[in-house]
T-cell receptor, first 114, second 113 residues
């Protein structure tokens, strides 16, 4: 079974540009989470999509947005990039089993804003 | 809003010693508490979990305890080994029209040989 895949693995952008990050969940998983992990820090919740709809978003400005497609893959868009947006962006899809959920993470996209 | 606090942020132990990481959650509706391990340069992976109707769960050298009244849960690693060195994240999951998982900030564990 293929795991969660993210693309690209690395992305370099300049300030003010836009970045688009992509995530494909494990087949059959309908829920996708996006997290930001700045260097040396923890996982900051960004966005949660389920069944094509945005269910919740973290404490991030509106220039962080995304969507989920009918095949449950997802895009994260970051507009007007700032230097502090440089981080590892992790996508996770969730498996539901008996009321529990296990998050399977992709390998991440490392975004560098220069 | 929902929050998970994790302590300590950094923990250094001697090989063979025990390590304990503690988390506190805010939403009493949380009913599932997974722990993830992230090795350097790798993605987080589930290592152990506990449900709200269980007080303790053990898997070899790793154990988790849960105090639902106090909204505390902890990860215990015994006989630590250098390969246990990693960042550990606790999380709390609850249902709000769908399952939502909130992660702690992480604990960087160093096991010195």
């Amino acid at each position: 079974e293929a795991g969660v895949t993210q693309s690209p693995t690395h992305l370099i952008k300049t300030r003010g540009q836009q970045a688009t990050l992509r995530c494909s969940p494990i087949s059959g998983h309908t829920s996708v989470y996006w997290y930001q992990q700045a260097l040396g820090l923890g996982l900051q919740f960004l966005l949660w999509y389920d069944e094509g709809e945005e269910r919740n978003r973290g404490n991030f400005p509106p220039r962080f947005s995304g969507r989920q497609f009918p095949n449950y893959s997802s895009e994260l868009n970051v507009n007007a990039l700032e230097l502090e947006d440089s981080a590892l962006y992790l996508c996770a899809s969730l498996a539901r089993r008996d009321g529990d959920t296990e998050a399977f993470f992709g390998q991440g996209t490392r975004l560098t804003v220069v | 809003g929902e929050n998970v606090e994790q302590h300590p942020s950094t923990l250094s132990v001697q090989e063979g010693d025990s390590a304990v990481i503690k988390c506190t959650y805010s939403d009493s509706a949380s009913n599932y508490f997974p722990w993830y391990k992230q090795e350097l340069g790798k993605r987080p992976q589930l290592i152990i979990d506990i449900r709200s109707n269980v007080g303790e769960k053990k898997d070899q050298r790793i154990a988790v305890t849960l105090n639902k009244t106090a909204k505390h849960f902890s990860l215990h690693i015994t006989e630590t080994q250098p390969e246990d060195s990693a960042v550990y994240f606790c999380a709390a999951t609850f249902y709000t029209g769908g399952f939502k998982t909130i992660f702690g900030a992480g604990t960087r564990l160093f096991v010195k040989a």
